[in-house]
């Protein structure tokens, strides 16, 4: 459910409100009563921060080059 920001324009009062989307927004303010209230647009408490996802892969296939060929002739 998102969380809705009201501002009040007569009393200045903001609170916000959990509301789901078949929900009549809030018109009267809890505080003084006046139908001043407009909702703000910013959406709280649904902010991802740092979504840098870093994968460093240090995978060096060194592949073993250890087989030194000496090959060795029999000579007769
Ligand atoms: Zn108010």
Redesign the pocket.
Same mark, same amino acid.
């Given at each position: 459910m998102p969380i809705y920001e009201y501002i +009040?324009d007569? !009393?200045g009062?903001e609170f916000e409100e959990l509301q789901g989307m078949s929900e009549l927004p809030v018109e009267v +303010?809890p505080? !003084?009563g006046?139908r001043?209230v407009r909702r703000k647009m910013s959406v709280s408490g649904f902010h991802l921060k740092g979504t840098g996802w870093y994968v460093t892969d240090f995978k060096n296939s060194g592949k073993g080059s250890g087989g030194s060929g000496s090959s060795k002739e029999g000579s007769k």
């Open positions: +009040c007569g !009393c009062y +303010c505080k !003084c006046a001043q």
